[in-house]
C-alpha cells in the first residue's frame, strides 16, 4: 500500500472515529433529554420498550446484512466492473437488493403494527392497563422506523464499499440531534395549555417517537446524494428478479449463519429488558440512562484504541509474526486495564454527582437518581471485562476465526438470563440492580471463554497473555484504591458547599475537583514506578 493510501485510509479512520464519538456524546445528551422530560415514569419505560423493538430487528438484520453479506458481495462485484456487462450486473444487483430490502422490512413492518399488542404484553406487567395502551401506541409510531433505517444501511453499504466512510459515520448525529429537537418542539404543541404532569410526560414519550421515526427518514435522505455520486444507480425491480439475482441470494447464503450468534449477544437486551419491566415502574429506564453512561465510558477510549492499534493485529496475523501479535495482543490488554479500571472506581466513588449532574432536572428525580445510581454501580463493575472483550474478539477476527466469539458470546449470554432470572424471581428488590450485575457477570464469563479459546491456537503464548494482563489489573486496582481514598474525602468535603447553588455548581464543580485529585494521584503512581504502557501509548500517538 502507498504512503498516500496509507495516509488516506488513516484519515478516513480518524473520521470515522471523531464521528462516533461526536454520536456518542449526543446519545448522551438524547437520554438526558428524555430523562428531563420522562424521569424514570412509565412513560419513560414504554419509550425504551417501544424503541427496543425496531431497534433489535435494525441491529440484527439491517445492520448484520450489511457488514457481513452485502459489502463483501458488493466488492466482489467491483472487482468486474470495468466492462459494460459488470456494470450491468452491479445495477442489476442493487436494484434487487433496495428491492428485497424494501419488501421484507415493510412485511415485517406491518406484521409488527398487527401484532404490537401481542409483543409488548411481553415486557410489561399485564395488569397495568395504561402503560400497555401508551407502549402498543409508541411501538406503532416507531415500527417504520425499521424500513427507513435499513434502506440507510443499505446507502452505507454502498458507500462503505466504495471506501467512502464520512456519509454514514455523520448520520447517526443527525439522528441524535432530530430527536432531541423534535421533543424539544413537539412536546409543547402536543400538550396545548395542559399543565398536568402525567399528560406532558406522555405527550413528550410521543414526540420523541416522532422523532425517531423522523431521524431514521433523515439518515437515508442524507446518504442518497453520496451514494448518487458514486455513479451507481438501482432502481426497484420484481420481486421475482430480487429473489432470484445471484448477488442478493448469495447475501442470503452469508447472513443466515452469522444470525443464530446475532441473535444470542442482541437478545440479552431483550430477555433483560422483558424481566425489568415486570420489575417495577422505571427499572427499564433507570438500567438505560446507565447503559448510555456506560457506553459514551467505552465510546470515548475504545474508538481511539481500536484506531490506533487494533488494526496491527490483523497484518500481523497476516504475516505469521506470532510473536508480535502476542507482545501486541498484551499491550492492548493492558492499555485497556489502565483506562477501564481507575474509571470504574472514580465512578463507584462519585458516582451519584455524576448521574445527577448528567440527568437531574424536571421529571428525574432524587429517586430516579437512587434507581439509575444502583444499577450503575452494578454496570461499571463489569467495564474493565467489556472493554477486554473488545481486544480479545478482534484477535480472533484477525485470524479469521468468528466461530469462537460467537460461541463465547452465547455462553455470555446464557449466564446473563440465568443470573438475571434468577435475581427478578427469587430477590427482586424494586431495583435493576442484580439485572446490571447479572449483565457484568456474563462479561466476566464471556471474557473467561474467549481466553479458553485462545489457548487453542498453538501459536500464541495465552499463559504470558492471561498473566501480564492479571498482574498488571491487579496492579492498578491496588493504584485506583489509593486514589481514590482522598477523592472520597474530598467529594464528602465539597459537596455541602456547593449545594443548592445550581446543577452544574452543585454537581459539576465535585466532579471536576474528584477527577483531578483521582487523576494526580494515579498518574503521580505511574510516573513513580515508570509505567511502561503509559510511555507506550505517548510513542504511539507522537508516531501517529
Given at each position: 500500500?502507498?504512503?498516500?493510501?496509507?495516509?488516506?485510509?488513516?484519515?478516513?479512520?480518524?473520521?470515522?472515529?471523531?464521528?462516533?464519538?461526536?454520536?456518542?456524546?449526543?446519545?448522551?445528551?438524547?437520554?438526558?433529554?428524555?430523562?428531563a422530560f420522562l424521569?424514570?415514569?412509565?412513560?419513560?419505560?414504554?419509550?425504551?420498550?417501544?424503541?427496543?423493538?425496531?431497534?433489535?430487528?435494525?441491529?440484527?438484520?439491517?445492520?448484520?446484512?450489511?457488514?457481513?453479506?452485502f459489502i463483501p458481495t458488493f466488492k466482489g462485484y467491483l472487482e468486474d466492473s470495468d466492462s459494460s456487462e459488470g456494470k450491468q450486473t452491479i445495477h442489476d444487483f442493487l436494484s434487487a437488493t433496495i428491492t428485497l430490502i424494501s419488501f421484507l422490512t415493510t412485511c415485517v413492518v406491518l406484521a409488527g403494527i398487527l401484532l404490537t399488542p401481542l409483543i409488548v404484553r411481553i415486557f410489561l406487567d399485564n395488569d397495568d392497563k395504561s402503560l400497555l395502551a401508551e407502549t402498543t401506541i409508541l411501538t406503532r409510531i416507531m415500527f417504520p422506523y425499521l424500513v427507513v433505517i435499513s434502506i440507510a444501511a443499505f446507502f452505507q453499504g454502498v458507500?462503505?464499499?466504495?471506501?467512502?466512510?464520512?456519509?454514514?459515520?455523520?448520520?447517526?448525529?443527525?439522528?441524535?440531534?432530530?430527536?432531541?429537537?423534535?421533543?424539544?418542539?413537539?412536546?409543547?404543541?402536543?400538550?396545548?395549555?395542559?399543565?398536568?404532569?402525567?399528560?406532558?410526560?406522555?405527550?413528550?414519550?410521543?414526540?420523541?417517537?416522532?422523532?425517531v421515526i423522523s431521524g431514521g427518514c433523515v439518515q437515508a435522505l442524507f446518504q442518497l446524494p453520496f451514494v448518487l455520486k458514486t455513479g451507481w444507480t438501482f432502481h426497484f425491480t420484481t420481486l421475482k428478479k430480487a429473489f432470484t439475482n445471484p448477488g442478493?441470494?448469495?447475501?442470503?447464503?452469508?447472513?443466515?449463519?452469522?444470525?443464530?450468534?446475532?441473535?444470542?449477544?442482541?437478545?440479552?437486551?431483550?430477555?433483560?429488558?422483558?424481566?425489568?419491566?415486570?420489575?417495577?415502574?422505571?427499572?427499564?429506564?433507570?438500567?438505560?440512562?446507565?447503559?448510555?453512561?456506560?457506553e459514551l465510558i467505552l465510546g470515548i477510549f475504545a474508538v481511539s484504541i481500536g484506531t490506533v492499534i487494533l488494526p496491527d493485529l490483523s497484518g500481523l496475523a497476516k504475516k505469521e509474526m506470532w510473536a508480535d501479535f502476542n507482545a501486541m495482543l498484551i499491550q492492548a490488554s493492558?492499555?485497556?486495564?489502565?483506562?477501564?479500571?481507575?474509571v470504574t472506581f472514580f465512578s463507584l466513588v462519585c458516582g451519584e454527582e455524576i448521574i445527577s449532574l448528567v440527568y437531574k432536572s424536571k421529571k428525574f428525580s432524587d429517586e430516579s437518581v437512587r434507581l439509575t445510581l444502583v444499577a450503575f454501580r452494578m454496570h461499571i463493575a463489569g467495564l474493565f471485562f467489556i472493554a477486554l472483550n473488545r481486544i480479545i474478539s478482534p484477535a480472533f477476527y484477525a485470524q479469521g476465526n468468528t466461530k469462537s466469539p460467537?460461541?463465547?458470546?452465547?455462553?455470555g449470554f446464557a449466564v446473563n438470563i440465568a443470573l438475571a432470572v434468577a435475581v427478578v424471581t427469587f430477590r427482586n428488590d424494586g431495583t435493576g440492580a442484580g439485572i446490571a450485575l447479572a449483565l457484568s457477570i456474563a462479561s466476566f464469563a464471556n471474557t473467561v471463554a474467549?481466553?479458553?479459546?485462545?489457548?487453542?491456537?498453538?501459536?500464541?503464548?495465552?499463559?504470558?497473555?492471561?498473566?501480564?494482563?492479571i498482574f498488571y489489573s491487579l496492579k492498578l486496582i491496588v493504584f485506583s484504591l489509593i486514589a481514590a481514598v482522598p477523592t472520597f474525602f474530598v467529594r464528602n468535603a465539597l459537596n455541602p458547599v456547593f449545594a443548592g447553588r445550581g446543577r452544574l455548581i452543585d454537581f459539576g464543580v465535585p466532579v471536576f475537583a474528584c477527577a483531578m485529585v483521582f487523576a494526580i494521584a494515579g498518574v503521580a503512581m505511574l510516573v513513580i514506578t515508570k509505567d511502561e504502557i503509559v510511555r507506550v501509548i505517548i510513542r504511539k500517538f507522537k508516531h501517529r
Open positions: 500500500m502507498s504512503s498516500k493510501k496509507s495516509r488516506s485510509l488513516l484519515s478516513a479512520g480518524l473520521s470515522l472515529s471523531f464521528f462516533t464519538l461526536c454520536s456518542r456524546i449526543l446519545g448522551l445528551v438524547r437520554e438526558m433529554t428524555k430523562a424521569g424514570t415514569s412509565k412513560y419513560a419505560d414504554a419509550f425504551g420498550i417501544a424503541f427496543m423493538i425496531p431497534n433489535l430487528l435494525r441491529r440484527l438484520f439491517a445492520e448484520n446484512a450489511i457488514s457481513v453479506a458507500l462503505n464499499g466504495v471506501k467512502i466512510f464520512s456519509p454514514s459515520g455523520f448520520t447517526p448525529v443527525l439522528f441524535n440531534s432530530v430527536v432531541i429537537a423534535a421533543t424539544y418542539i413537539l412536546t409543547p404543541i402536543l400538550t396545548g395549555n395542559i399543565e398536568d404532569s402525567e399528560v406532558k410526560a406522555q405527550m413528550a414519550a410521543r414526540a420523541m417517537s416522532i422523532g442478493t441470494r448469495r447475501v442470503m447464503k452469508l447472513i443466515v449463519p452469522t444470525i443464530i450468534g446475532m441473535a444470542a449477544y442482541q437478545l440479552n437486551d431483550v430477555v433483560s429488558t422483558a424481566l425489568a419491566g415486570k420489575a417495577g415502574t422505571g427499572i427499564v429506564s433507570s438500567l438505560q440512562y446507565s447503559l448510555r453512561l456506560q493492558k492499555i485497556m486495564a489502565l483506562i477501564s479500571i481507575p460467537t460461541v463465547a458470546g452465547i455462553f474467549l481466553f479458553i479459546f485462545l489457548k487453542k491456537n498453538q501459536n500464541l503464548d495465552v499463559k504470558a497473555v492471561t498473566k501480564g494482563t
